[in-house]
């Protein structure tokens, strides 16, 4: 039989966009999951101009993008119509062996 192990690192997910689906995501976070440090749950605007509405006391909110570049699971939380560029613009930042997931 096979161990398998499973890495017990905190893992810096990085949630792009502040919109509604990243504060579905940041309220989900705040009932349902274990705040046992497993996760640095962060959330970026793409957009410096964007007025951001306060998210809950687990998450932060970084502005800039620079914080892809340590990800472990980016989570693209904008627009199916930005998607195309954004990732033009920034897939050089992104770690290479990040977990990239879309919710469009």
Known sequence: AKTITL????????VV???DKAHGIA???QCHAKK?????LVFIEPLSSKKINPF???VSVEEGIDSLS???IVILAIPSYALDSFLIHNVSI??????LVDLT
């Open 27 to 29: 309220h989900m976070y």
């Open 36 to 40: 046992d440090g497993w996760c640095n």
């Open 17 to 19: 966009g502040t919109g």
């Open 94 to 99: 992104l770690n290479k062996q990040c977990i």
């Open 70 to 72: 340590d990800a472990d």
């Open 56 to 58: 809950n006391e687990y």
């Open 7 to 14: 890495d017990t690192n905190t893992k810096k997910v990085v």
